[in-house]
Structures are given as C-alpha cells and as structure tokens.
C-alpha cells in the first residue's frame, strides 16, 4: 500500500458515480455526472485520503459479470474528468462482477487497481449466481498488457449468500485467492454500511501474504479494530446521514482522517 497509495494503510473514498446512461434511475448527463465527481475527489483529496475508488454504485438493479458499452464508456468519461482534476492514485469497479469492464476503464483512465467480485470460488449475489473470474481475468490483463493494474479481490463478498462454500472459511478463500495471483484482499460486512468482522480481518490478514482492506462499515469509532488492515475503503458514513446514496459530509471526512491519523502503524 506505500507504493500504490504513498501510505503504510491506506484511506481510499468511493466515489458513487450517479445512474448512467441506460440505466433505470439515469436522469442526468454525463456531464452533470462528472462534475460531481469531481467535487467529491476534491473533498476526499483536500481532507487527507490517500486514493479514490470510482463505482457505478447507482446503476441498480445491477447485471451479472458484464456490462454495455454505454456503462464502459461513461465510466471512462467520468473517470477521465477525476484523473484530470486530481492526483490521487484512482481504483475502478463495475457492478455486479463486470471485472473484465473494470480492467479495461482503469487501462483507459490511468488507474491503478480495480476491485473484482468472484474471483473465486462461488457465491450467490443478488444478482444471481456468480463465479470464479481469476482465470479469465488475469489472462485479459496480461492480453492488454496491464499488469502493473493491482487486482483487489472481495471475498466472502456482501450482499450474497455463501451456503453453497459453507465447508470453505474465509481463511481459505484468502489462501486461494493469493494462490490465483490477487494482488489485495477486500473484507466486508453483510451489507453496504456493514461493518466487517474485525476477526474476519484478522483471519484473512493471518492466512494470506497479501495486504487486507476493510471494504465496508468503516467510520471514524471502529478504525481502531482492524489493526491487521492495510488500508480502508469508505463511503457510506462520510455521506450526509451515513446514508451511501447521499452527498459527502464535509465534516464526517475529515473526522475520519483525523481518527485514521491517531491508529498506531500498521500490524503488519
């Protein structure tokens, strides 16, 4: 995380981009859409955030593992406008699993990472049954020649059912997912706004060599359990009313940076 982000443990801001084109709550233009955007990234960069994760959070009901080129493409806009105005190391994700349209936006727009869904193994989302990726999608980036893109993988994912790996711990999908060349792990709650289990954290921090993230329910009172985490992924409660699809709160970023500047170094 040092070298990607500059920061031994990393804060990373979702930047939810609004409903995009073809999508059922689109009512914007792009336009409108960057310049938001773009505000947002202002807001996190100035309080003291160490990268930005650019997502379509707004594009529900969400398809499974592949998008149009009209969400591709407006992406790409919205994340050209973001890399333009700020500096800050930038992460890309496409719901739901739409990891090879995830790649192909980082490729276009600079950025750095991307966060995957079902890397491996299977889960049930809400979108359906979603599968292993890792294969196919490492071969994409080694076809477009972006290796130097890091591959953050979500295990045990949010919003899904895991009935299906009951017999596999979260310690083991860790284990498989360092095996199938992730470059990071991404640990969630149940749900968005969900805080993770911080022996969750723990477990997967202690079964794999790869840098864990917490990837939802951060805020300013819990950073302190998750000393195993090497960077955190906010969004939800620096939003006015801890509510994802508000505007930023101003006052609840910077709470959360001053809170992540008294944490001790990193336990690993």
Request: hydrophobic share 50%; charged share 20%.
């Amino acid at each position: 995380m040092l070298e990607l982000c500059g920061a031994p443990r990393a804060l990373i801001g979702m930047l939810h981009v609004g409903a995009l084109p073809g999508t059922p709550a689109a009512r914007e233009p792009l336009a409108a859409l960057a310049e938001r955007a773009v505000r947002e990234a202002r807001v996190y960069r100035d309080a003291g955030f160490h990268a930005l994760l650019l997502e379509n959070m707004h594009d529900r009901p969400y398809l499974k593992g592949a998008v149009g080129p009209e969400i591709v493409a407006g992406m790409t806009a919205v994340g050209v406008e973001v890399r333009r105005a700020v500096a800050l190391p930038l992460g890309v994700q496409v719901l739901a699993g739409a990891n090879r349209e995830a790649l192909a936006v980082a490729l276009a727009i600079g950025a750095v990472f991307v966060r995957v869904e079902g890397f491996v193994f299977a889960h049930v989302a809400d979108e359906g049954l979603i599968e292993s990726s890792a294969g196919e999608l490492l071969r994409y980036r080694r076809a477009l020649g972006a290796e130097g893109i890091r591959v953050f993988a979500d295990i045990k994912k949010k919003h899904s059912a895991h009935a299906i790996t009951a017999d596999v711990s979260l310690a083991e999908t860790a284990r498989a997912a360092e095996f199938f060349l992730a470059d990071g792990l991404v640990v969630t709650g149940a749900a968005t706004g969900d805080p993770a289990d911080p022996a969750d954290v723990e477990a997967a921090a202690a079964a794999a060599s790869l840098p864990v993230l917490v990837g939802s329910g951060v805020h300013a009172d819990n950073l302190g359990r998750y000393q195993g985490a090497a960077g955190f992924i906010v969004g939800s409660s620096v939003k006015q009313g801890g509510t994802w699809d508000r505007p930023l709160d101003e006052a609840r970023v910077a709470e959360l940076v001053r809170a992540a500047r008294e944490l001790p170094p990193p336990a690993r």
